[in-house]
């Protein structure tokens, strides 16, 4: 077994594998991991959670993928950000320089803030497909399901109202927004995108955004109006779930970690 103290951490192989060598251990160990943490294998699970467990088992979700995918370490031993304190370091290391350690942490800071990003998108589109609906919440959605079945295209805002006004015959609890409303919350088929859970209205606007970016295609950026508009839809959406997280549990937002 190795001698090294800091591998016994249940993230680093600690003594040689007959059978799986050069790396093929940990890569095999690391595959299990992003296979359990996958989008589909998250959304089957929240899909089948009975609603009481549905926020425990979404916020262990996020803690651990965040952990031993974006941070590489177990979650038993991470937290959400990690501080380094320059003249924290073990002794066989040498102390950094302020212009050193300032370097490394940018770069860290940068990777980090890029995965954690791409980690709430991909949980917000997850918050979006499982989320435990009200019995109301559940008609407006039947309602718009058979009537983009029937139109074969997005809804209109005219069209979204019928929607609830349809859904309020069956369910006199339901109340039909305004068309102001309806305008402020966004199109309406962000709206109702958003009701039949998923934001993949807007990812594919970013996605062609970058696209024609790659391509050198600059007038992309000329389409100001709407950039704004979706940066505004894209806030609200977070807004909304990051209320909806925080409202069912606060996890540790910062660990001490040594540099």
């Given at each position: 077994?190795?001698?090294?103290?800091?591998?016994?951490?249940?993230?680093?192989?600690?003594?040689?594998?007959?059978?799986?060598?050069?790396?093929?251990?940990?890569?095999?160990?690391?595959?299990?991991?992003?296979?359990?943490?996958?989008f589909?294998?998250?959304?089957?699970?929240?899909?089948?959670?009975?609603?009481?467990?549905?926020?425990?088992?979404?916020?262990?979700?996020?803690?651990?993928k965040?952990?031993a995918?974006?941070e590489?370490?177990?979650?038993?031993?991470?937290?959400?950000?990690?501080?380094?304190?320059?003249?924290?370091?073990?002794?066989?290391?040498?102390?950094?320089?302020?212009?050193?350690?300032?370097?490394?942490?940018?770069?860290?800071?940068?990777?980090?803030?890029?995965?954690?990003?791409?980690?709430?998108?991909?949980?917000?589109?997850?918050?979006?497909?499982?989320r435990?609906?009200?019995?109301?919440?559940?008609r407006?959605?039947?309602?718009?399901?058979?009537?983009?079945?029937?139109?074969?295209?997005?809804?209109?805002?005219?069209?979204?109202q019928?929607?609830?006004?349809?859904?309020?015959?069956?369910?006199?609890?339901?109340?039909?927004?305004?068309?102001?409303?309806?305008?402020?919350?966004?199109?309406?088929?962000?709206?109702?995108?958003?009701?039949?859970?998923?934001?993949g209205?807007?990812a594919?606007?970013?996605?062609?955004?970058?696209?024609?970016?790659?391509?050198?295609?600059?007038?992309?950026?000329?389409?100001?109006?709407r950039?704004?508009?979706?940066?505004?839809?894209?806030?609200?959406?977070?807004?909304?779930?990051?209320s909806?997280?925080?409202?069912r549990?606060?996890?540790?937002?910062?660990?001490?970690?040594?540099?």
């Open positions: 077994m190795s001698s090294d103290f800091n591998l016994f951490d249940s993230f680093h192989e600690a003594m040689p594998h007959q059978n799986l060598k050069d790396g093929a251990w940990t890569r095999a160990y690391l595959d299990a991991w992003r296979s359990f943490y996958s589909d294998n998250m959304k089957a699970v929240l899909s089948r959670a009975h609603p009481d467990n549905y926020w425990d088992i979404f916020l262990n979700f996020l803690w651990y965040n952990s995918l974006n590489g370490a177990h979650p038993m031993i991470t937290g959400f950000f990690p501080l380094k304190d320059r003249k924290s370091r073990r002794a066989t290391f040498s102390r950094e320089g302020r212009l050193a350690h300032a370097r490394r942490r940018v770069i860290e800071i940068h990777r980090y803030l890029r995965d954690a990003l791409r980690l709430a998108i991909e949980m917000e589109e997850l918050w979006l497909q499982t435990k609906r009200s019995e109301t919440e559940r407006i959605v039947e309602e718009l399901t058979r009537m983009r079945k029937e139109l074969r295209r997005d809804l209109r805002i005219r069209e979204l019928l929607a609830y006004a349809r859904a309020k015959s069956h369910m006199p609890s339901v109340e039909v927004p305004s068309r102001l409303r309806l305008v402020l919350e966004g199109s309406a088929s962000f709206h109702a995108s958003r009701l039949l859970g998923s934001r209205e807007l594919q606007f970013w996605t062609d955004i970058r696209r024609r970016l790659r391509e050198g295609r600059i007038e992309a950026l000329l389409r100001v109006d950039i704004v508009w979706n940066g505004v839809r894209e806030s609200l959406l977070a807004v909304e779930f990051m909806a997280l925080i409202s549990g606060r996890p540790n937002l910062s660990r001490q970690a040594p540099g």
